[in-house]
């Protein structure tokens, strides 16, 4: 294997700062030898910044493998039916949690990251959706099951495992650790070597791997490459804030932490295939640009505040502190792009919205949804209080009514939510609940006994294929809408994941921006009225260009907004544009 010098020297330059206790120029090596095996070799020179992997043709949905069920068929052979059926030219990419054997949390306590869960399918399956489809995958390199080989291995002392865990005492300073449940942080384990307490991040199903021993890096860099040797192009590293442990930190986001995710883009541009790291950091705003770094760090970070934030606007008809966040939120450096979404599997994050929303305004959001159906998750503070940590409910359901108790215009106020996510700079990911405008799986909450799975409905595919057929349901109404409007932003320049993006100040009931393509040839002043009130705007509310022809995409309408100002039914979207 040939390899430039500006590789290694990038490699251990970050190597001794994960590992000054070591050879580096060993550690290297076998970081080397990970990556690219036997008969592979890397680029000559680095893949340089830039926004060429990404376009406005670009568009995620975010699923579970077996999120379509039907009792016959391989889910992933359902998965790739309804993307080529129903999203072909709608979106260009899948992004498929956890889709490895497991033992809790719906995928993300991994047993084997090295195969595919029998009951949704096997590689060849995943294969064939990665070829027609940029496909994502997870990376849950912070913890794996307490009943996976690994973990075996350990309790029976068993080299190299023995050292794989991270392990603390009791009477470690652990008073400022920062971690999103409210359980015990450490769990006591009998193993071949005596009694050992190891963390434990999110459950003591999951356990927490210890990258102090630069073995268990070697190993993850080795799934790596397979993953993308089986067709993966986007590597989502989850929980990727937690990596690194220290007693007496906080134990998020520290340094060696964002050493790794420095080492792994090196990796990634040096890769000869094209590489997206996505971070997944549910943090407040500056704690989850940092992993943008110095464009070494992530590709793509994810908008984590828009979820909340446009929940507010929705829910109480004033975009104010959606406009407000927008225009502080510096753009993505060149070479990086914001992951933009409102629904995930994992409910609607409202550790974002610290700082951003009033706490009366917080308290009202969480009692909104909750009359709707929805529940609250809780985590432990530093304190020994505790506090909402996300709100679980559909997307779809948390918008069935507004402050004033309102359920009209539930479909339309949905839409807007999402076309929201399709206007702003960034790339836009629909969860597929989301997408099909799904309810609260309430039943699904007490047969598991768990808030989440009110957001991870598994829906018959032969009745989802009926309700997309049938204009009355929610399903037939919402996908269509959002397929068409996703087929139109594709042909847009102005929706370039990179192109300006402004926040204009219309009126506090429209959240407004203007759009430019890189080129500068389009402009689009994508509205969205928020409200249940038509909303009139003056002449001369946008800075159109003068003497050119201006068309609402959406409605196919000329406009003369400089003469007649701009008009907006309730909820309605608007996304204008020199260039139809």
Known sequence: MTVPSTLTNRLQALL????????????????????????????????????????QKD????????????????????????????????????????????????????????????????????????????????????HVSSQGTWFNAYRQGQKPYDAFFFEASPDDDLSMVVRPRTTPLLQEVETANGVKNV????????????????EVLYEIIRIIRLHIGMGVKIIRLDAVAFVWKQPGTTCIHLPQTHAIVQLLRVLSDFAREPVVLLTETNVPKAENLSYFGQLNEAHWIYNFPL???????MLSGDAHFLSNWLRSMPPAPHGCAYLNFTASHDGIGMRPAEGLLPDEEIARMIST???????????ALPNGGTSVYELNATFFSALSRTYRGDT???????????????????????????????????????RRGMNRAINRHRWDYPELRKRIKD??????????ALKERLKLRAKQPAFHPNATNFTLNVDDRVFCVWRQSINREQSIFALHNVSAETVDLPPRALNLIADEEWIDLLS?????????????????????????
């Open 307 to 313: 979820p909340p934030l446009i929940l507010h606007a």
């Open 199 to 214: 963390w434990c991040t999110f459950s003591h199903d999951q356990i927490d791997l210890n990258f102090k021993n630069p």
């Open 369 to 379: 949804v909750q009359d709707s159906g929805g529940r609250a998750s809780m985590r």
């Open 408 to 446: 009209a215009n539930h479909i339309a106020r949905f839409l807007c939510s999402q076309t929201i996510v399709m206007s702003i700079e960034g790339v836009p990911a629909f969860y597929i609940h989301a997408m099909l405008g799904t309810e609260n799986d309430i039943e699904g909450v007490e």
């Open 471 to 480: 204009p009355e349901t929610p399903q037939g109404q919402v996908l269509p």
């Open 556 to 580: 196919g309408e000329t406009l003369h907004p400089e003469e007649d100002g701009v008009t907006l039914a309730p909820y309605q979207c608007r996304w204008i544009t020199n260039r139809g």
């Open 59 to 142: 568009a995620l949905l975010i699923t579970y493998g077996d999120s379509l069920i039907d009792g016959v068929y391989k889910p992933l052979d359902l998965l790739r039916d309804f993307l080529g059926q129903h999203l072909k030219g709608v979106v260009n990419g899948v992004h498929i949690l956890p889709f490895f054997p497991f033992t809790s949390d719906d995928g993300f306590a991994v047993t084997d990251y090295r195969k595919v869960n029998p009951a949704l399918g096997d590689w060849p399956d995943i294969q064939r959706i990665a070829s027609e489809w940029d496909l994502a995958s997870d990376l849950v390199l912070n």
């Open 16 to 55: 001794m700062r994960l590992y000054p206790d070591h050879d580096t120029e060993e550690v290297t090596a076998k970081v080397l030898e990970a990556f690219w095996p036997e008969g592979t070799d890397p680029r000559g020179r680095a893949r340089k910044p830039g926004n060429q992997l990404w376009s």
